[in-house]
Structure formats: structure tokens, C-alpha cells
Nanobody, 115 residues
């Protein structure tokens, strides 16, 4: 079955960097676009970035210029490089793949940015 496992979250000071990873299994990874979402307490889950099978990317305005999504098809892994972190980036970050009208999610990884 489809499995997404995120890692790389943690506690970091404002201005710092983290790299999140999402390892996918149970799918032909190179044939699917991937996405990162995040959810803060009391807020709706929001789209952070997407990457197509050909590597084209889209980033939310709130993270543009600071975050970069990428993928390694040989490792079945999608990454989110986060630089210049701000306290408002604090959230649980989720990896996502959409297959045949179904959304699959990882368990999430907590990112906490202290001021």
C-alpha cells in the first residue's frame, strides 16, 4: 500500500534552516507529482509547495524565495529545503500524493521555529 514517511523536523531558531524528507513506497514514485502541506494549531492545512514528475515546482507566496521543493526519483524521496525560517512557519509538515481521486498523507513532522 502507499506509504509516506516524513523526517527532518525539529526545533530551530528564527533565521535557521531545516531540510525535510519524505520517503515514498508502494507507488511508482517517478510517475506522480508530490506536495508538501503544513498545518498550524487552529488553522486549516495549507499547501506549501508542489513538484511535478518533470520537476516543475510551485511554491506558496508565504514561502517563496525561502523554501525549495525537490525530488530524487532514484531514492523515491521528495525534499523541502527550508531557509530563513520564521516563527510563523511553525507547523506540522505533511507529505502528500494524489492518486486516482485519493489523497495519501504521511504522519507529519513537527517544525518549531523560536523567535
Amino acid at each position: 500500500q502507499v506509504q509516506l514517511v516524513e523526517s527532518g523536523g525539529g526545533l530551530v531558531q528564527a533565521g535557521g534552516s531545516l531540510r525535510l524528507s519524505c520517503a515514498a513506497s508502494g507507488i511508482l514514485f517517478r510517475f506522480y507529482g508530490m506536495a508538501w502541506y503544513r498545518q498550524s494549531p487552529g488553522k486549516q492545512r495549507e499547501l506549501v509547495a508542489t513538484i511535478t514528475t518533470s520537476g516543475a515546482t510551485v511554491h506558496a507566496d508565504s514561502v517563496k524565495g525561502r523554501f525549495t521543493i525537490s525530488r530524487d526519483n532514484a531514492k523515491n524521496t521528495v525534499y523541502l529545503q527550508m531557509n530563513g525560517l520564521k516563527p510563523e512557519d511553525t507547523a506540522v509538515y505533511y507529505c502528500n500524493v494524489h492518486i486516482s481521486s485519493t489523497d495519501f498523507w504521511g504522519q507529519g513532522t513537527q517544525v518549531t521555529v523560536s523567535s
